[in-house]
């Protein structure tokens, strides 16, 4: 007796979710994401210490992400805070669906108001910037 089994020649990849991430694994899972948020925020000044290092050292607490539409395109939005420090310095993340666009918006107590990235009018709404 010959028993057929039906296996597909690729498997197909599952779209990845733009709600309920957290940020720590984002940056550590994907390249564009980690890579974008890393461009955006290298040499800038007046950062809180735990924003500088938030892709090499994740001591922060991060909130699960929203899928958010601007301009008609879904985009996926990070909230984060300073461990301990939550209600005095916090950062929002906004990023396109493929990680490769990303505007963040800081608001911290000793560094002021932050935004980055140049966000459209869209964004700056989606992301409460």
């Excluded at 892709?55 to 958010?68: C, D, E, F, G, Q």
């Excluded at 932050?114 to 966000?119: S, Y």
Aim: aromatic share 6%; net charge positive; charged share 25%.
């Amino acid at each position: 007796m010959t028993v057929a089994l039906a296996f597909p020649l690729h498997a197909e990849e599952p779209a990845q979710s733009l709600s309920g991430n957290f940020l720590p694994e984002v940056i550590a899972s994907s390249a564009p994401h980690r890579e974008a948020l890393e461009k955006l925020l290298r040499g800038r000044r007046g950062l809180p210490p735990w924003i500088r290092a938030i892709a090499s050292r994740p001591k922060y607490i991060a909130l699960a992400s929203k899928s958010v539409a601007v301009d008609g395109k879904e985009m996926q939005l990070f909230s984060a805070c300073e461990a301990g420090r939550c209600a005095e310095s916090r950062l929002q993340a906004l990023f396109s669906a493929d990680g490769k666009r990303v505007t963040v918006y800081i608001r911290d107590t000793r560094q002021g108001h932050l935004v980055f990235g140049d966000p459209t009018p869209a964004e700056r709404l989606a992301g409460d910037f």
